[in-house]
């Protein structure tokens, strides 16, 4: 069975430092990997997926199957940064796992 | 792109009763799921709902427990049976659709329950 694990829940910076948001998964098949996001009074929505290999407002995340990664990262934090992240993966039945999620608190 | 809206988007309910969640899709689409997220926890699939058939559930969560219905290509209601104070979470719509670089899913508001 697949598990996906974020080990912060909290992550508190100050607008201008770097955050990095942790997540390992475990699956035995080619994972597809995706970090979602809920920023207040929203509904949760698509930030990026490994497939498109792109930046989302100013966030990446690399697929590391060595490490079993998929760390979201971005060099600048904003203040509309805040919000509720999870990383989730998509096995077989396009179901999707998600992690415990990491809630980001980006400080003036 | 999808647009998911769900009735009621939250209610206060005895334990003991019933509640059933509306969800509806503003196009059509094959698979529509099912999660929980109760409190201060992440999300945890219930089941995946697909018109024509049973709907699938995941380990932990039983059809007479939480009944599905996918009447058409758009809509599908959850039950949630015989309520508890357990039960108090929020309950998710979601469905996969084709976004700007494949598909992803989309999910509704939800439907936050509290159970007394």
């Known amino acids: 069975a697949q598990r996906v694990t974020q080990p912060e829940k909290l992550l508190s910076v100050f607008k201008g430092a770097p955050v990095e948001l942790k997540c390992n998964y475990s699956y035995s098949g080619s994972p597809e990997l995706f970090w979602y996001v809920q920023y207040s009074r929203q509904r949760l929505q698509l930030l990026l997926r490994?497939?498109s290999r792109e930046s989302i407002k100013g966030f990446t995340a690399d697929l590391n199957k060595g490490e079993t990664s998929f760390h979201l990262k971005k060099p600048f934090a904003q203040e509309e940064d805040s919000a509720m992240y999870y990383c989730a993966l998509r096995a077989a039945g396009n179901k999707l796992t998600f992690g415990g999620g990491t809630r980001v608190l980006v400080k003036p | 792109s999808a647009v998911i809206s769900q009735k009621p988007s939250r209610d206060i309910c005895q334990r003991g009763t019933s509640l059933t969640i509306q969800c509806q899709v503003d196009s059509q689409v094959t698979m529509m799921f099912w999660y929980r997220q109760q409190p201060g926890q992440s999300l945890t699939l219930i089941a995946t709902?697909?018109?024509?058939?049973?709907?699938?559930?995941e380990s932990g969560f039983v059809i007479d427990k939480f009944p599905i219905s996918r009447p058409n290509l758009t809509f599908s209601t959850l039950t949630v049976s015989n309520m508890s104070p357990e039960d108090s979470s929020i309950y998710l719509c979601s469905v996969e659709g084709w976004g700007a670089s494949g598909y992803e899913q989309y999910f509704g508001p939800g439907t936050r329950l509290t159970v007394t």
């Open positions: 490994h497939i």
């Open positions: 709902a697909n018109q024509g058939s049973e709907a699938t559930y």
